[in-house]
């Protein structure tokens, strides 16, 4: 037999090698390998297993470093479809795609245990063990040359425990001990004191406790009784009780919000929806819908049913939610009602949880997995069910390298794995109602909100000052003032939006106009009020407050705009009565902050909740009748032909959390450019008439969805360098366009261009982008020059980033 293996290098392309006898029984896909690779020895995954052909220098594979597969054999595919479409080596892709700590190349040490010491000095053992087990005994944490094979031989005796290096505390399973009865005995002639009296007062319930389970976690003894540690001791002194060593899965859910009841029946749009998706899983293939259902239409209840019905089909499902909160969220409410087979999985658990809980599932001890973007990876072996919530949300794209989407490659996983994907948003992206629209996806609509409900009314003001009073800066209008007055009297709940961080936006100099700004990024620094500090949003670079003029050094700077922090404070000001609280990513660095605040609210213990586009995601809060949006038009200002796309969605979405209870709500959106046909339409509810005027705008411009676009940057500390190598890359790609006569000019290259945030991180930066209509010569065009481009610039201390389908372009 022949393995053919991705490495972990920054090479295109799978490795073919030979499989020695004594490592054929564990050599299974998924599972990490050792392999000659030059002059080296690298790790590498095995992604397939061919018959043995009669090659010529085809090398063996030097040793397997996993008894258990680490991903599914389906998933293979769908590793390797990603690795071409974002040109990205697939060793690279399934690294990234593994949780971290679970590194391609594990350094495993070994330690040996009390058994193993004992058989150190058995000469029952044979000689080639005893040799082994000496020099692990010798050399504590360091990895022995023989074959893992034969360590894990040794593991599975219990005479070692196999460990890898990188924190070895934190990843890996958690061990626990044990308590339980001896093999034989019987608790009815302990309890008739065959075995001596039966001295402390709760020595019978004691005894009970332990032999009424198989096995009890000596925390949870310790736990119930007081003295259970001297009990646990004396009874496994008698022989009556013994101890052992196990793992178990650290819990990572705390508990949050209570759910709402489980309905008793659905309403009939929601009926509809589910009846479509039972269908598609009944055909147990591939097929996308989109569900379209405005918010508060109850989209939740219908992902819940569908996943039940997936389970009961006892296929597996993943449900994506795009922010860690919105996936705590969810998960109580999952959890609630289908218990232990459900997992959380997302970057916000620690490296052992996320260990742990990706073991679940590639054994298949999962049914359901929540999380956010990186669940996408989920290895789930018999995946039936992919619900991507708010499939609208750019929190999906990942902005490091490998930089994929994950709702495209949600869509691609179900194609590969054969199952259904459902694609639910409120505001669905123009990519996917494209696909609507061209019936490449089902859509399944939800147009009212549960038991009709209103959607809420919603009222602009325009904040553009009068002519007299130019320079001032009023935060809050009077109209939006007076309606949280109400709101506060009535003792209703208040969500206000601001989509800015910090306190005051920019500190300029009255003089001559100049900004203090980061000195690696070139962008204005922000106020941050409860630090005093001046901080830089992009590289976390900050100063102290007491500065003077970087160009003529005048020392009373102006202070202007503003960001949540400052808001929270006027806030205080204003209503000191009021119970405030402030979520964005300064106030929820810290774990469990986020659920917190949330909870809080939840319970109604805050009466205003001011936030970023955090709070303007998925969630139901029926006490909420008033939300603000404080300024409108931030998101147009970004250089992006998303600009209005964003706008809308964010607009829809903070709305939408207005009136989800009885009581009806109302929106009032503060903005400089009422006119913008974004705000407009979000201020109709109008998605359709957004959508069309939206498409009509892409498709004049040639942006996504009438074309694909690749974002090539490149990055040096040289700025000179860096220039050099974008244009020499422009170059390179336009002589290969001109090579190629006829399809040469279905792609165009733009730029090169310096970067619209030219400098970031100390790093200058230039970008070419490359738009065409046809993906897949473009992708052949990449793997032309990427691959090569990038060792070249890389000996010139250039970096050389490629974006397919970009969503920043800052
Ligand atoms: P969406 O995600 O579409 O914005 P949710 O799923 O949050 O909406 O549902 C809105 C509210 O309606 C929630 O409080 C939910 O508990 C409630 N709800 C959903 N379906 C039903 C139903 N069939 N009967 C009663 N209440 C429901
Ligand atoms: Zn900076």
């Not at 913008?676 to 996504?704: N, S, T, W």
Request: charged residues 25%; contains cysteine; aromatic residues 8%.
């Amino acid at each position: 037999m022949h393995l053919r293996v991705a490495v972990s290098l920054p090479v295109t392309g799978t490795y073919t090698y030979a499989l020695p006898e004594h490592l054929k029984a564990g050599a299974l896909v998924g599972c990490r390998v050792m392999v000659p690779f030059g002059k080296r020895r690298i790790a590498g995954f095995i992604l397939e297993q061919t018959p043995a052909s009669p090659q010529e220098g085809v090398k063996e594979i030097a040793d397997l470093l996993d008894d258990e597969p680490l991903f599914t054999e389906k998933m293979v595919p769908f590793f390797e479809w990603m690795a071409r479409h974002y040109v990205h080596p697939v060793g690279q892709v399934i690294q990234a795609a593994l949780p971290a700590g679970l590194n391609a190349n594990p350094l495993k040490t070994t330690v040996l245990t009390d058994k193993g010491i004992e058989a150190a000095n058995d000469r029952h053992v044979a000689l080639e063990e005893r040799r082994l087990l000496e020099w692990i005994a010798k050399h504590p944490g360091r990895r022995p040359s023989a074959p893992y094979a034969q360590l894990v031989r040794l593991r599975n005796k219990g005479w070692i425990d196999i460990r890898e290096k990188d924190r070895p505390a934190a990843v890996g399973p958690l061990m626990r001990k044990f308590v339980g009865p001896a093999p034989g005995q019987a608790l009815q002639p302990l309890l008739d004191g065959k075995m001596g009296a039966l001295k402390a007062k709760n020595e019978a319930a004691f005894l009970e406790t332990i032999f009424h389970a198989e096995s009890t976690l000596l925390s949870d003894i310790t736990a119930c009784f007081s003295n259970g540690g001297y009990l646990v001791k004396k009874w496994v002194g008698r022989g009556v009780l013994e101890c052992g060593s196990g793992a178990v899965y650290r819990n990572p859910t705390g508990g949050f919000i209570s759910p709402p009841p489980v309905p008793e029946g659905l309403f009939e749009q929601q009926e509809h929806a589910l009846k479509a998706i039972r269908g598609a899983l009944n055909k147990n293939a591939f097929s996308t819908s989109l569900l379209f259902g405005v918010t508060g239409s109850g989209k939740t209840e219908v992902y819940y049913r569908a996943v039940k019905h997936a389970l009961s089909q006892d296929r597996q499902a993943l449900l994506m939610v795009p922010e860690i909160s919105l996936a705590i969220y969810i998960e109580g409410l999952f959890r609630n009602r289908l218990g232990d087979q459900v997992a959380v999985y997302h970057s916000g658990l620690g490296r052992g949880e996320r260990y742990d809980q990706w073991m679940r599932m590639v054994r298949g001890e999962v049914n359901l997995v929540i999380g956010a973007r990186s669940a996408l990876f989920a290895p789930l072996p018999r995946l039936g069910l992919i619900i991507v919530d708010e499939e609208h949300d750019s929190a999906y794209k990942q902005d490091m390298s490998p930089r994929y989407q994950a709702r495209d490659l949600a869509v691609v996983r179900g194609r590969t794995e054969g199952a259904t994907v459902v694609l639910g948003s409120g505001t669905p992206s123009v990519q996917s109602y494209h696909n609507a629209v061209l019936n490449r996806y089902h859509l399944l609509s939800m147009p009212e909100r549960i038991e009709r409900r209103p959607l809420p009314d919603i009222q602009v003001v325009d904040m553009k000052p009068p002519e007299d009073k130019r320079g001032e800066q009023t935060i809050l209008s009077p109209l939006l003032l007076e309606a949280m007055g109400e709101n506060l009297t009535q003792g209703d709940q208040t969500i206000l939006f601001l989509n800015r961080r910090g306190f005051h936006r920019l500190f300029i100099c009255p003089s001559c106009g100049e900004s203090v700004r980061c000195p690696n990024c070139e962008v204005a620094l922000t106020h941050h009020l409860k630090a005093d500090r001046l901080t830089c949003h992009y590289c976390g670079y900050s100063s102290r407050t007491r500065v003077s003029c970087p160009s003529c050094k005048g020392a009373t700077l102006k202070t202007y705009g503003f960001g949540t922090e400052k808001l929270e404070q006027a806030l205080n000001e204003q209503f000191p009565e009021a119970r405030i609280a402030r979520m964005d990513t300064d106030s929820t660095r810290r774990k469990g902050q986020a659920a917190r605040i949330l909870k809080q609210f939840a319970d109604r213990e805050t009466d205003i909740l001011v936030g970023t586009q955090m709070i303007t995601k998925g969630y139901d809060f029926p006490g909420v009748t008033l939300v603000g949006v404080v300024a409108a038009d931030l998101s147009l200002t970004f250089p992006d032909f998303r600009a209005g796309e964003r706008t809308f969605q964010l607009l829809s979405q903070v709305a939408g959390r207005s009136g989800r209870g009885s009581r009806g709500g109302r929106v009032i959106v503060q903005s400089f450019n009422s006119d913008h046909y974004a705000i407009r339409m979000a201020v109709g509810h109008d998605y359709k008439g957004f959508f069309e005027k939206e498409q009509d705008l892409r498709e004049q411009l040639g942006y996504p969805p009438f074309s694909h676009l690749a974002c090539l940057r490149l990055k040096g500390s040289d700025k000179g360098r860096t220039e050099k190598a974008a244009h020499g890359m422009g170059e390179s790609l336009r002589r290969i366009l001109d090579g190629w006569p006829k399809r040469g000019r279905e792609i165009h290259v733009l730029g090169p261009i310096e970067a619209p945030l030219p400098k970031l991180k100390g790093k200058y930066r230039q970008q070419l982008l490359l738009k065409s209509g046809n993906a897949s010569l473009m992708r052949h065009l990449l793997e032309r020059v990427v691959e090569r481009s990038r060792r070249q610039f890389r000996s010139e201390g250039v970096h050389l980033v490629v974006d397919v389908d970009p969503y920043n372009m800052s």
